[in-house]
């Protein structure tokens, strides 16, 4: 528990989690503006974070986890107003949509949600104390944050603010000292949603929002906070200057954020038009297999979405479950002299009894997804040539050991949410479908493997080998080993 080390982009390094309340992580992730279907990238934000919550808790930690919704800004007033439809109403349908999609991936929910315009009072409160400070100042019905006042200004994203100075502009209607400076209340225009201020009525700007909601739900200083890589800068950087001006103390000990999902290596969004929405991949695919493709690649890292890469994540995940099943499928033998016999070979029981270890090992080091993938394709070759010796070779006490690894599989692949399915069960789906367009069905398939079995135990290989050859015109390919013939679709 205490050996896990995170990357922490304030310092650029990885880092011993050390919560500030010891056994207890207390986190913020930015979640999303509501006011569009949620495409492949908002998934891999919340999966990513559902796992790190999963990782800590297996762990042993506590965790209070805290995922905002922005349900007010210009893209929802906008949309709002081509749809005919109030901003509330809007914001409130894509929430209702963003968990549809969040359920349909198996993702927890957060333990506390909070909505932005459920927190104004608390945006204002905070403004009041900067403009008290003389940190902020109004300037015609808006608010603004003096950059100036906060010397330490561009430490997370690594800028200097006065390189960022010479690249700004400054709009006409805008009336700022500096450059830089960012609204955090906006007056109102005519038709827009408006709450009262001591500055009139108006609406608060998008980064005073998450400091104010992690604020009150967190504490002035917490653990982590997360989300893309996309929002360093402006976004965090703002929340950094916000809070820390405010409070006098350090905001965030822990900054996590994760790489952006590209396609054909270009970053994916909404306002290139080359994005797909999580149920238009989840129309063709199974929800474990967009997770194993996600976790395939370390958090960080970029990830480029393509058909061959699902491919290869479901043959990844079918071979997972294949292996679980086998060892399932296993009976244990009665047999009195075989009861203690073990015919595993040292090496293999030994890799077998460390699954743990190494998997933790793994996500210890900055949640190394990608290399736990990896031990557990190590584990389950290894699985497979045991379930195979021990066909040949019957032993109770090996059979119960491989038993007992395939539960602690199937239980750490659960902190990626993968496995979750009954194996065989899952199996048999994806058979169904692989055959759904061919021109039989499993039941004419079982027969003809049985039929050919019976050919081979009679030495007819010439009919044995034409239902092999029939079959795999069909594109059938059969696998013989010592536990029998199984079947997959080429």
Not at 61 to 88: G, M
Not at 169 to 183: A, G, L, W
Not at 190 to 210: A, F, K, L, M
Not at 433 to 447: H, K, T, V, Y
Request: proline share 4%.
């Amino acid at each position: 528990m205490e050996n896990i080390r995170i990357y922490n982009t304030l310092s650029g390094k990885k880092e011993i989690l050390t919560p500030l309340e010891p056994g207890h992580v207390k986190l913020y992730v930015c979640g999303i503006t509501s006011y569009d279907y949620c495409h492949i990238g908002h998934a891999r934000s919340a999966l990513a974070f559902d796992m790190i919550v999963n990782y800590l808790r297996y762990r042993g930690y506590k965790v209070t986890y805290v995922r905002n919704f922005t349900d007010i800004d210009d893209k929802i007033i906008t949309r709002a107003a081509e749809q005919n439809c109030s901003a509330s109403e809007l914001a409130n349908r894509f929430i209702i949509e963003f968990y549809r999609d969040m359920d349909a991936l198996g993702i927890d929910r957060p333990d506390v949600e909070p909505k932005a315009t459920d927190h104004i009072e608390e945006m204002i409160e905070l403004i009041e104390e900067l403009v008290d400070k003389n940190m902020a100042y109004q300037s015609g019905n808006d608010v603004y944050y003096v950059v100036e006042s906060f010397p330490e200004y561009g430490k997370l994203s690594r800028r200097n603010l006065d390189d960022m100075q010479a690249g700004a502009r400054i709009n006409v209607n805008e009336q700022k000292r500096h450059p830089m400076d960012f609204v955090l209340w906006k007056g109102s225009k005519p038709g827009e949603p408006t709450w009262d201020s001591p500055w009139g009525p108006g609406r608060p700007g998008w980064h005073i929002e998450c400091s104010a909601m992690s604020r009150k739900y967190l504490g002035a200083t917490f653990d982590i906070h997360g989300g893309g890589k996309d929002l360093i800068f402006p976004h965090h950087e703002n929340e950094i200057a916000q809070s820390e001006g405010a409070n006098d103390q350090p905001f965030v000990t822990t900054w996590i954020h994760h790489g952006f999902v590209t396609i054909r290596d270009e970053k994916m969004s909404k306002s290139l038009g080359n994005f797909l929405t999580i149920r238009d991949i989840l129309d063709n695919y199974h929800p474990e297999v967009l997770r194993f493709f996600i976790f395939s690649t370390h958090y960080r890292n970029p990830l480029d979405f393509s058909e061959t890469a699902m491919r290869d994540a479901t043959g990844g995940l079918e071979r997972l479950y294949k292996c679980i099943a086998a060892i399932e499928n296993l009976k244990p033998t009665g047999d009195d002299k075989q009861q203690d016999r073990m015919v595993l070979p040292e090496k293999d029981r030994e890799k077998i009894l460390s699954l743990e270890k190494r998997f933790q090992e793994s996500m210890d080091n900055d949640f190394n997804t990608a290399r736990a993938q990896g031990i557990f394709f190590e584990t389950a070759k290894i699985l497979n040539r045991s379930v195979k010796l021990i066909a040949e070779n019957p032993s109770t006490k090996d059979t119960i050991l491989l038993k007992d690894c395939a539960v602690t599989l199937k239980k750490l692949a659960n902190i990626m949410g993968l496995l979750r399915e009954n194996a065989t069960e899952y199996l048999s789906a994806r058979k169904a479908m692989q055959i759904a367009g061919l021109d039989l069905d499993e039941e004419e398939i079982n027969r003809l493997i049985e039929e050919r079995n019976k050919c081979r135990a009679e030495k007819n290989w010439a009919r044995s080998d034409e239902i092999r050859d029939e079959l795999l015109s069909k594109n059938i390919v059969l696998k013989d080993d010592a536990a029998g013939t199984t079947w997959s679709v080429k």
